[in-house]
């Protein structure tokens, strides 16, 4: 019995294995295939194009938010990335070593730190992100533009019920 299974290998043993239990086995295929993808995806983009840049998921993803967002306090990166403050911490020491974040003090209030992204930061983000959106878009070049508009909406859908917002 190999290691790795496919997904419909694995949704017939979870069945197999707590079929008797009263659980809805739609909602939990949906989900354990949502975090399939999740990491599946994000395994792509790590291999291909963020080890490239001696980039870690975590790092890329802070990078992004600063560079898209031009800046922004401390807790809302750690919040916008879904990292705690402390792994934060973290990797922006490795970010400010590598010369490609710096932290800014707010004039107002001492205690609030916003990150930037150096030059040096920017000019890494616009070409890192060309060769990454390059891979996403390969990876849903697969499917018509119809189901990538249905998958893109039915994943708002998913995070703003999660999240407890309404589509505006």
């Not at 599946?40 to 963020?50: F, I, K, M, Q």
């Not at 802070?62 to 973290?90: C, F, Q």
């Not at 959106?133 to 998913?158: C, H, M, P, Y």
């Amino acid at each position: 019995m190999p290691d790795r299974h496919t997904l419909e290998e694995t949704e017939r043993a979870m069945k197999d294995h707590v079929g008797a239990l009263p659980l809805d086995f739609a909602a939990a295929n949906a989900l354990s295939n949502l975090f399939r993808a999740a990491n599946a995806v994000r395994s792509e983009l790590t291999n291909r194009v963020l080890r490239q840049h001696d980039m870690t998921w975590t790092g890329f993803v802070v990078l992004w938010v600063v560079w898209i967002w031009d800046g922004m306090e401390t807790r809302h990166v750690a919040e916008s990335a879904d990292i705690s403050k402390a792994t934060l911490t973290g990797v922006v020491k490795t970010l400010e070593a590598r010369g490609l974040i710096a932290r800014e003090g707010d004039e107002q209030d001492r205690r609030l730190v916003r990150l930037r992204l150096t030059t040096e930061g920017v000019t890494l983000m616009e070409k890192l992100y060309p060769e990454f959106n390059a891979v996403e878009s390969e990876i849903i070049g697969q499917l018509s533009e119809r189901k990538v508009s249905t998958f893109t909406k039915t994943l708002r859908d998913v995070v703003n019920a999660v999240e407890g917002q309404d589509e505006a």
